[in-house]
């Protein structure tokens, strides 16, 4: 049966003074318990903590009496007759005893623990599988938001006003519900604890009024271990989720199963959604107390009009927040093996995008065609002859290596190197979504390409070289 015990203030015995028993210690001083040691020697980080007084060095022998007046017992020594001395004695006088590594003569056993005190997840096999249950923590670590400890710390401070207003269970669940995966956990995931407990305040006065809020996240170049961790944890709170058409099946799988998933992708000459419709219902889900994750491939704020949506969001007067995502130009050429600056070849990076709007500035082509510096052009195939014209045209050389990453970071990432003078011919068939780099770095993608990737039947990685 799994029990939290409290240890505040309750003596403790560790039998062993090593490594093994440094770590048990650690975590029961963690818990606040007394700790008495017995030992015939201290290793040094266990000797420090008695020198301090943090623990006591009880005795160098063990006698049966040691357990007399203790709450649990732990034996971490590597001698299996003390061991099972110990055991015996501790289970004869009904304390709870753990004899580390020796699921039999353990009454009780440690298990991995997910800490985000007060808030704490423990996990165990039963001494099956404890490698098992430690990679197991570490999945649970990464949904979990390391705040959770300070939410559960409010809502303590909170739930005698809660109770004094709503007078019913169900009335009080449904408020903490809201408060969990609304505003109040976005606001304390941010840092802002003040504003999180207005938000509880506010909500407490009015409950019919819930407030909603739009969460912008980056969900990365294609390969969903790209997707940060905050990126997958907000995920897990979304009511609604409005995606583009950059997002992958495997991110969207991510998604909280019960979240509506809307698509209001846009391709070249093919918009689905018009932007201010997407403005338009980004911000009436907010309004219905939804919490609402705006996902887009790469970096929202990366050519990706992440900007556009929160000035919409902002004017609506609907709080908002931004999870930012590794952008195609890191998460593509870092796939190809193509590092956008490098000592030797590029002291300097550009991010361009080849799709602008039609009355805007023109590029700076001489500014883009100096040398020793890496361009990465998104959205570029369409005028990959237009971009390699001015290029040649404002001074940059008709040799410079130029790479066309197609569906980069995923399964079927297909990579085309050339030449700059080469490049309507690299983009002209590449499958989208695809981005150019020029520059003499793509010389490195032979060097350090590292990802295999498969296409087609056979199964071989599919590079073009025209050079």
């Known amino acids: 049966m799994p029990l939290f015990a409290a240890l505040k203030d309750r003596p403790v015995l560790v039998i062993g003074g090593g490594e093994i028993?440094?770590?048990?210690?650690v975590f029961l001083r963690r818990a606040g318990a007394k700790i008495q040691v017995v030992a015939t020697r201290l290793d040094p980080e266990v000797h420090e903590l008695a020198e301090q007084g943090q623990i006591h060095w009880l005795a160098t022998e063990f006698t049966e009496e040691q357990i007399d007046n203790v709450f649990l017992v732990i034996a971490a020594t590597n001698n299996?007759?003390?061991?099972?001395?110990?055991?015996?004695a501790a289970d004869a006088r009904h304390r709870l005893v753990n004899v580390v590594d020796n699921q039999p003569l353990c009454s009780f056993i440690f298990p991995s623990i997910v800490d985000r005190s007060p808030l704490l997840i423990a996990i165990s096999s039963g001494g099956n599988a404890p490698v098992l249950a430690r990679l197991l923590r570490e999945k649970i670590e990464a949904l979990l938001p390391k705040e959770l400890g300070r939410m559960a710390e409010v809502a303590g401070r909170w739930r005698e006003r809660i109770k004094d207003t709503l007078k019913t269970t169900a009335e009080r669940r449904r408020f903490w519900e809201r408060a969990f995966r609304g505003r109040f956990a976005s606001l304390m995931a941010a840092g802002n604890q003040q504003a999180a407990e207005q938000v509880l305040a506010q909500t407490l006065q009015q409950p019919e009024r819930a407030q909603g809020e739009i969460i912008l996240v980056g969900a990365g170049p294609g390969d969903a271990g790209l997707l940060t961790l905050r990126g997958l944890?907000?995920?897990?709170?979304?009511?609604?989720?409005?995606?583009?058409?950059?997002?992958?099946?495997?991110?969207?799988?991510?998604v909280r199963r019960?979240?509506?998933?809307i698509c209001v992708g846009k391709r070249a000459g093919k918009h689905a959604v018009p932007q201010h419709e997407t403005n338009r219902m980004l911000t009436d889900a907010a309004r219905e107390g939804k919490t609402v994750v705006r996902l887009k491939g790469?970096?929202?704020?990366?050519?990706?009009?992440?900007?556009?949506?929160?000035q919409a969001a902002a004017a609506a007067g609907i709080p908002f927040q931004v999870v930012p995502g590794v952008t195609a130009a890191s998460g593509a050429t870092a796939y190809a093996g193509i590092p956008l600056t490098h000592?030797?070849?590029?002291?300097?990076?550009?991010?361009?995008?080849?799709?602008?709007?039609?009355d805007s500035a023109p590029f700076d082509w001489a500014q883009l065609a100096q040398s020793r510096q890496t361009l990465a052009i998104y959205m570029g195939t369409m005028k990959a002859a237009e971009i390699s014209a001015q290029l040649i045209k404002h001074g940059r050389d008709g040799t410079t290596p130029v790479a066309v990453i197609s569906r980069g970071t995923r399964a079927d990432q297909q990579v085309s190197t050339g030449t700059l003078q080469q490049l309507e011919n690299l983009?002209?068939?590449?499958?989208?979504?695809?981005?150019?780099?020029?520059?003499?770095?793509?010389?490195?993608?032979?060097?350090?390409?590292?990802?295999?990737?498969?296409?087609?039947a056979e199964g071989f990685a599919s590079v073009v070289n025209l050079a």
Do not use: C
Request: no cysteine; charged share 25%.
């Open 343 to 358: 000592r030797e070849h590029a002291q300097s990076v550009t991010f361009v995008t080849g799709h602008y709007k039609p």
């Open 427 to 456: 983009a002209k068939d590449a499958p989208m979504p695809a981005l150019l780099v020029i520059g003499e770095v793509v010389n490195l993608h032979h060097e350090l390409a590292w990802f295999q990737h498969t296409t087609g």
């Open 233 to 254: 944890q907000v995920l897990q709170q979304a009511d609604v989720v409005f995606y583009d058409h950059l997002v992958t099946d495997e991110i969207r799988e991510l």
């Open 80 to 88: 299996r007759e003390l061991n099972q001395r110990v055991f015996a």
């Open 298 to 310: 790469g970096d929202p704020f990366i050519f990706g009009r992440g900007g556009e949506e929160l």
């Open 21 to 25: 028993a440094a770590r048990k210690i």
């Open 258 to 261: 019960d979240a509506d998933l």
